[in-house]
């Protein structure tokens, strides 16, 4: 889901994305402030939104070049209804760093707040505002909302960066996944304790939803860690398929078939020449079929091969791989050993394979 997105433009080489749910924001916030001012509070509303989003990206941005100087890369900066998602390309190598990089985000938040006080005079409860509809009280609820923000991301909820600080301290006397299974633990019940409150206590759904996504993220970033704890030890060449489908550019949608009929169903690698020059997935195979019809044998996969596709080298690392294979949609990959190809990774059922694998060796 987090690949229904729309990308914006680049930020310090950094590719900033919108997920497509963030679309509801507009509209919220536009009708909340007609309904607090009319069409003049549609207009204060809707710059309050950007400027609130600004806050985000550079929120995200601390995080974001804070990795790099660690030489961590980020493939993108999402934007979300809940606020904005920093994906790197591979975590800090040691809890000190990871304590850097996740405390720079809140820190960027606590920096604006102070260098506003000048302008707005001190915080005050009493100064908060549904909706700004002068400069004064958008730059006070700017101020105000970077101070919120900062204080809200250092509670100790997994993976919000103070559950991810939690993490790099614990990681200084345990190891990484025992660190993050506590973490991970640890926020799902602080989230859940909060979800309660503000649903029952407060009768607030949004915020209710908001620690509940929380939860099913902390659980998702706990399997992820699992899995590249599984398969740190692992190459490509370890998982390389090297039986491949005899399928060309040429072939007809009724080869592909009778391929598909001798072997576990996944998408195909047309090759020539001893290269991979197609990929073909198994939807749309299946709908040129059901198109075609009894003409299946005269219809070519050159016509529905997808010839942009992400390859992998045997000694590749499974980790490597594994992130192709999450951030490139893209299930199946020619191996190649340098220049010569040897073989397919189907990346569908690749833990278990790596359960069992990991076993093996320690049984030897």
Not at 7 to 16: E, K, Y
Not at 203 to 213: G, P
Not at 237 to 259: H, K, Q, W
Request: proline share 4%; glycine share 6%.
């Amino acid at each position: 889901m987090l690949d229904w997105s729309i990308r914006l433009f680049r930020v310090f080489g950094i590719r900033l994305e919108m997920h497509i749910s963030f679309l509801i924001l507009p509209a919220y916030f536009g009708v909340a402030g007609m309904e607090k001012a009319g069409l003049k509070g549609v207009w204060w509303s809707l710059l309050f939104l950007v400027v609130i989003f600004a806050c985000v990206v550079l929120h995200e941005l601390g995080h974001s070049l804070t990795a790099r100087r660690f030489g961590i890369k980020t493939s993108r900066i999402l934007l979300m209804p809940i606020g904005g998602l920093a994906q790197f390309e591979s975590m800090p190598d040691t809890p000190g760093k990871e304590a850097l990089v996740t405390l720079a985000g809140p820190s960027v938040n606590f920096a604006l707040f102070f260098a506003l006080i000048p302008v707005t005079g001190p915080f005050s409860l009493e100064r908060l505002v549904d909706l700004p509809l002068t400069i004064p009280q958008l730059v006070y609820m700017t101020m105000a909302f970077n101070l919120i923000m900062g204080v809200f991301n250092l509670l100790p909820v997994f993976p919000m960066d103070g559950g991810r600080l939690m993490r790099a301290v614990l990681s200084f006397w345990l190891p990484a996944l025992r660190a993050t299974e506590i973490s991970s633990k640890f926020g799902v019940f602080a989230a859940a304790c909060l979800a309660a409150f503000f649903l029952i206590g407060l009768n607030n759904l949004l915020l209710a939803a908001l620690f509940l996504f929380i939860m099913l993220a902390s659980r998702m970033e706990l399997k992820a860690m699992k899995q590249r704890e599984l398969f740190q030890s692992f190459h490509v060449r370890d998982f390389v398929d090297t039986r491949m489908e005899n399928l060309r550019p040429e072939s007809s949608i009724r080869d592909a078939l009778g391929v598909l009929n001798q072997m576990s169903p996944r998408d195909l690698i047309i090759t020539e020449y001893g290269r991979a020059v197609g990929l073909v997935e198994l939807d749309e195979l299946n709908k040129a079929r059901k198109a075609n019809g009894e003409s299946t044998s005269s219809h070519l996969l050159a016509g529905i091969m997808q010839r942009s596709f992400v390859t992998l080298q045997a000694n590749d690392t499974m980790e490597d791989a594994l992130r192709l294979a999450a951030s490139d949609k893209q299930s199946v990959f020619p191996v190649y050993d340098y220049v010569q190809l040897v073989g397919v990774l189907d990346a569908e059922g690749l833990d278990r394979r790596a359960y069992w694998k990991k076993a093996e060796k320690e049984l030897d």
